[in-house]
Structures are given as C-alpha cells and as structure tokens.
C-alpha cells in the first residue's frame, strides 16, 4: 500500500487527442483521471503540460489500478488508430 503522495502525473506527449477528450472517453468507461489543465490556471504563458497531462489517483485496490491501466491502454491506442 503507497505511503507517500496517492497521485502519478501521466505526460501523453504527441498524443493525437487532447487530455480533454481522453478524459470523456476514459469516463464513459468508468475510469476517472482528471485532465491537467485544472491545475493550471492563470498561466502567463503556454505551457505544454497543461493539455498533455492527467493526474491519476493510484490508491484504490490493486485490481481496479490494473482494469483501469488497461482501459487507458485500450484508449490511447483507439486514439492512434483513430488518427491514422
């Protein structure tokens, strides 16, 4: 069991779909992260990060950590495919 921090921030980098939409199609699953852009705001500059990153919880039980991984998985490689 995590003993520190319960978050993992996520970079997609070149992801083909915005953290937002990522967000939508990983809820619809029932998978819940939330977009970085809510943590960023009132930036004075751009700033990469703020739409190629999710914060994920990783304290729930091993199982759904795992059935989660794997929807995500799945969700990233839709988005690929998808932009092809």
Known sequence: KPEGAIF???WFKDLPIT???LYQRLKARGVLMVPGHNFFPGLDK?????????????????????AGGK?????????WAESH
């Open 46 to 66: 751009p700033w990469p990060h703020t739409h190629q990153c999710m914060r994920m919880n990783y304290v729930p039980e091993p199982e759904k950590i795992e």
């Open 19 to 21: 953290t937002e939409q």
């Open 71 to 79: 929807i995500l998985a799945e969700e990233i490689e839709r988005a």
């Open 8 to 10: 993992l921030w996520l």
